[in-house]
């Protein structure tokens, strides 16, 4: 089963910007959509953005603008590049793969903190 492991994650001050990549140990065209998720402290894991196979992306509204997702098929790897992070960006994001009618399993995310 194809695994996906979070990595980019780090401490950023208020207004910069990050890059999380999440690789996949197999081919992500097989995936009919990449997630990316985050959960902060106290709170449920929400879902910040998604790509479909063929590169449709959305997003929750409180990243829109501010967030892109990307894919490189060549290197089975999905992009979140952020921009313009605020404090309430702080969580641990994680990717996850859906194909099949079954999702990948929850990987150990990556760490984001944004200091104001």
């Known amino acids: 089963q194809v695994q996906l492991v979070e990595s980019g994650g780090g401490l950023v001050q208020a207004g910069g910007s990050l890059r999380l990549s999440c690789a996949a140990s197999?081919?992500?065209?097989?995936?009919?959509?990449i997630y990316w998720y985050r959960q902060s402290q106290g709170k449920e894991r929400e879902l910040v953005a998604e790509?479909?196979?063929?590169?449709?992306?959305k997003y929750v509204d409180s990243v829109k603008g501010r967030f892109t997702i990307s894919r490189d098929n060549a290197k089975n790897t999905v992009y979140l590049q952020m921009t313009w992070l605020r404090s309430e960006d702080t969580a641990v994001y994680y990717c996850?793969?859906?194909?099949?009618?079954?999702?990948?399993?929850w990987g150990q995310g990556t760490q984001v903190t944004v200091s104001s």
């Open positions: 996850r793969g859906y194909r099949d009618y079954d999702f990948t399993a």
């Open positions: 197999g081919s992500i065209f097989s995936f009919n959509s």
């Open positions: 790509i479909s196979r063929v590169g449709t992306a």
